[in-house]
């Protein structure tokens, strides 16, 4: 792999609950220009969309900038840290985030998006889906915006993958030099989710991204809840 290709998919209506986002990803690839899926494109889809489709919004009050908090409360399995407004929390996913995931922005007043209830599925469904409506096979990542302990600022992760590796190991295979490397494990859905938010930003209203060019080793059977998660008693940090 020597060049990537990452595009957003434009012309994606506001989402509402029930929708079937493959079909509006299929319909949106074949109306743009040049931008029809084909095999081995892997499909960024951020989290917003599919939190709307699958009716993951509840009602908060839109006049008090703290009415979500219980929701962080009930989404969360363990607090880490508390300062001020801000609550760092476990998800029941794993995922340790700032207030359990729970957006307001990017929907309407008086509402917030939790997170799906199973991000690896919600990918699968999507996948399943363009096969049987554009005949391609692809992956598909959904993406969510992370800050990221110890540097400044936010960027997208997976938090859900299907038919795209979550982690490539390359421990055992030499480095350009010949060594051997012993611990070099890539998070490549969080690259690839990275990538994608370059083209989709946070208030263009693209919600969804291919990436063309990923190595076809890499198309295979993926889950960020498997893969990507570490585990408790393989965290130092907790």
Known sequence: MSRLTVFGLEG??????????????????????????????????TQKIVSKAEDRLVAVDPDDPLSHKPLVERESVRILRRRGELIISETVHGFVCANAGIDLSNVERGWAALLPVDSDRSARRIRDRLRHLAGVDVGVVISDTFGRTWRRGVTDVAIGCAGIAGVVDL??????????????????????AAAAELVMGKSTGIPVAVVRGIDPEWMR?????????RRPQDDLFR
Do not use: Y
């Open 12 to 45: 994606i209506p506001e989402v509402k609950v029930g929708d079937d986002v493959a079909t509006l990803i299929a319909e949106s690839a074949l109306a743009g220009n040049d931008t029809a899926l084909v095999d081995g494109d892997v499909i960024v889809v």
């Open 171 to 192: 421990r055992g295979t030499p480095d350009a030099l010949g060594r051997e490397m012993q611990v070099t494990e890539v998070a490549v859905v969080d690259e690839i």
């Open 221 to 229: 059977t993926g889950s960020v809840s498997e893969e990507i998660v």
